[in-house]
């Protein structure tokens, strides 16, 4: 049972444009939602997190938007930009426990 | 702050031979860490959970024994492959976790190619 969704499995969106990525997920006891960049042959980098009391945060171009009653949460790149091209990886964890990582969506942002 | 290193970054080694992967919490220290390993293309899939002082925790169909972990100092877990094998071959990316917060931090990863 994968318990956090992630979509669309790969982007490619124009340089300028808005990057969007879903993430779903079922377990009401997560309380922390992440979100890592990748790059290829690097470890991932924390990106953005938000938690369950709060519906958006925003750091820069990069904004969580939080949907507690439908279990969604999805990251808008706003300007996107080709150095943003990379893997992005949603992830939810329980209190003190491990995260559940998304599938991962590949992010192409054409010049 | 809350920089995660490994060492090495890659190794090649010879079937049969062990190699030993280094994760330190450099600038905080991680009441946890974490050991993933990720094929190409695909997400992390998390291969074990060690706290400082006590036995590691393996996920379902990790083998312990194969893949021993080390959790000596609230900064430093090692992971060991014993006997590897050209199936081991892969990605091998560590994590450590914050006190208080709970915020995780990943390592630059190790890759691993076995002959």
């Known amino acids: 049972q994968q318990q956090v969704k992630q979509s669309p499995q790969s982007l490619i969106v124009q340089k300028g444009g808005i990057s969007i990525i879903n993430c779903a997920y079922e377990?009401?006891?997560?309380?922390?939602f992440p979100w890592y960049q990748q790059f290829p042959g690097k470890g991932p980098a924390l990106l953005i997190a938000i938690r369950p009391d709060v519906s958006e945060k925003k750091e820069g171009r990069f904004t969580i938007s939080f949907n507690k009653s439908a279990k969604q949460f999805s990251l808008h790149i706003m300007d996107s930009q080709p150095g943003d091209s990379a893997t992005y990886f949603c992830?939810?964890?329980?209190?003190?426990?491990?995260?559940?990582f998304g599938d991962g969506t590949t992010l192409t942002v054409k010049p | 702050g809350a920089v995660v290193s490994q060492h090495p970054s890659w190794v090649i080694c010879k079937s049969g031979t062990s190699v030993k992967i280094e994760c330190r919490s450099l600038?905080?220290?991680?009441?946890?860490m974490f050991w993933y390993r990720q094929f190409p293309k695909q997400s992390l899939m998390l291969m074990a959970t060690?706290?400082?002082?006590?036995?590691?925790?393996?996920e379902q169909g990790v083998e312990k024994d194969k893949f021993l972990i080390n959790h000596a100092s609230l900064t430093l877990s090692t992971l060991t492959v014993t006997s590897a094998h050209p199936e081991d071959s892969s990605f091998y990316i560590c994590?450590?976790?914050?006190?208080?917060?709970?915020?995780?931090?990943f390592g630059p990863g190790t890759r691993l190619l076995v002959l």
């Open positions: 994590s450590a976790r914050l006190k208080g917060p709970g915020t995780q931090y």
């Open positions: 377990n009401t006891a997560f309380d922390y």
């Open positions: 060690s706290n400082e002082g006590s036995k590691a925790t393996y």
């Open positions: 992830a939810a964890r329980a209190p003190a426990g491990k995260s559940t």
């Open positions: 600038d905080f220290q991680a009441t946890t």
